[in-house]
């Protein structure tokens, strides 16, 4: 059997990124969901999820280029006046100098999951914006989160395997750039998995589409699908309509977005999936889409 998970991140960034997350799963593809607790239009997420219950809903849990669930005065290290720092790479180097507090972080992370279920949604899984739990001290945190809150999938975005995905996209700057930072990531993604295991969670649907982030077309997708393993895989997507509150943020995903909604509506998605005998399921691989 082989099952695909196609899942939304960014759920609740801005109303143009919930409508197109919401088109994209009403006539389209996509099965799941990972909605950021303090975006700015996670109101609106929330209630879209409660109105739609065929889609499944995750926590994106934030620790960068937002605000935080908690106060600031919580989070002296973590949230600068009331903002995270704005990178990947900023808040990680201050996470290996330990500059950071570990204990703010779960303090943080549990607010935000929190949020999300006070708000009355069943989340099925966790992953994190910018993949920033990937880093092993947070991981940890976020395996006893999923064990805390009785979340069974907890994401590994690892995408395998990853020399074979730097020659596939050799001839693409941008997926092969986006392809060899996937490759320096091996280790933690393999410590990532035997600490699932340690914590008797599920092992992670096999990642895909960590490559081409912001490079989606329906010939890009029935090649990652007709690649697709035995047994359950995550197709991860940012779809989305750009709007004037997507044009304040940080992001380089603008029109991209619209293209992914665009894809995954395609009638030819559709057909590819039942050509290939690729089951759509949300997460936690038991209810099909």
Request: charged share 20%.
């Amino acid at each position: 059997m082989r099952a695909l998970v196609i899942n939304a991140d960014d759920f609740g960034l801005t109303p143009g990124v919930n409508a197109g997350v919401l088109d994209a799963h009403r006539d389209g593809a996509l099965t799941s969901a990972s909605l950021m607790a303090t975006a700015d239009a996670a109101g609106d997420a929330i209630a879209i999820a409660r109105e739609t219950p065929t889609l499944g809903v995750g926590c994106h849990l934030t620790l960068v280029d937002g605000r935080p669930a908690l106060p600031s005065s919580a989070l002296p290290t973590l949230a600068i006046d009331g903002r995270f720092r704005p990178t990947w790479g900023a808040f990680i180097s201050a996470c290996a100098a330990r500059r950071i507090s570990m204990l703010e972080i779960e303090r943080e992370l549990t607010r935000q999951i929190e949020q999300l279920i006070a708000a009355g949604l069943t989340l099925t899984h966790l992953d994190s914006h910018k993949h920033v739990h990937l880093y092993p001290p947070i991981f940890a945190i976020v395996a006893r989160l999923a064990v805390r809150f009785r979340i069974q999938s907890v994401r590994v975005p690892f995408e395998h395997p990853a020399f074979d995905l730097i020659l596939r996209h050799r001839r693409d700057r941008q997926a092969c750039r986006q392809a060899g930072e996937n490759l320096l990531m091996a280790p933690w993604a393999s410590g990532a998995s035997r600490r699932l295991a340690r914590h008797a969670l599920p092992p992670a649907p096999r990642f895909v589409g960590r490559a081409l982030t912001g490079r989606w077309s329906v010939a890009a997708l029935a090649d990652i699908i007709g690649r697709l393993p035995h047994g359950v895989s995550e197709l991860m997507a940012h779809p989305g309509y750009p709007d004037d509150a997507l044009a304040l943020l940080r992001t380089r995903l603008r029109a991209e977005r619209a293209d992914e909604v665009a894809t995954l509506r395609s009638p030819l998605v559709r057909q590819c999936l039942d050509r290939e005998d690729v089951r759509l399921v949300r997460h936690g691989a038991v209810v099909p889409a």
